[in-house]
């Protein structure tokens, strides 16, 4: 009986009988496949009306995206800028979807305002650059979408576009045309006085 005790007592060594239980494999963690929009906003926040700015997205686990209003083909990216042109204030929403068809949905409102038309001062001209010190100097200028004109020195005649002074000594002048919202274009006239 004695050797047939060996040979069993190897098997159950071998096969594992008798050995400590091992711990269960672990489970991987299970990883979101949901889809998500990173970043979504427009620069700048407010596009003057004829100019452009940029819609910036960025998306992760998404294999299409969509942007309403369409401006131009948009896909997966997970940095991206598109071209938009708004002539009015409007909401932009984009979706990213997922192969499983999960979505995340982000809006953004841009504003749009119209800017009033740049200032202009034109066909600036003097009588003379070089007086006698008391004599006349006349400096006449157009102007277009000029709210107001205001000159360095001299007095100024609006309604006929022009400035007249009577300078002892030589003078700069300096002309400007004010648009509405502050815009200027200014031009400068130097007359010497002998």
Known sequence: MKPLFLPIALAAILTGCGAAPTSPAPVPKQVSTAPKITQFYSSPAAIPKGSSGSLCYGVEHATKVTLTPAVEEVWPSPSRCVQIRPDKETKYTL???????????KTVEVGSFAVPPSPR?????????????????????????????????????????CL???????????????GRNGQRDSGNITVKVR
């Not at 102007?143 to 309604?159: C, M, P, Q, R, W």
């Open 164 to 178: 007249t002074d009577y300078p002892k000594s030589t003078t700069t002048y300096k002309i400007s045309a004010v």
């Open 95 to 105: 979706t990213a979807i997922s192969a499983d068809g999960q979505t995340d949905v």
């Open 121 to 161: 001062l034109f066909d600036l001209w003097v009588n003379a650059v070089q007086v006698g010190a008391g004599e006349q100097v006349k400096i006449c200028f157009k102007t277009e979408n000029a709210d107001e004109v205001e000159i360095s020195a001299g007095t100024l005649y609006k309604s006929a576009g």
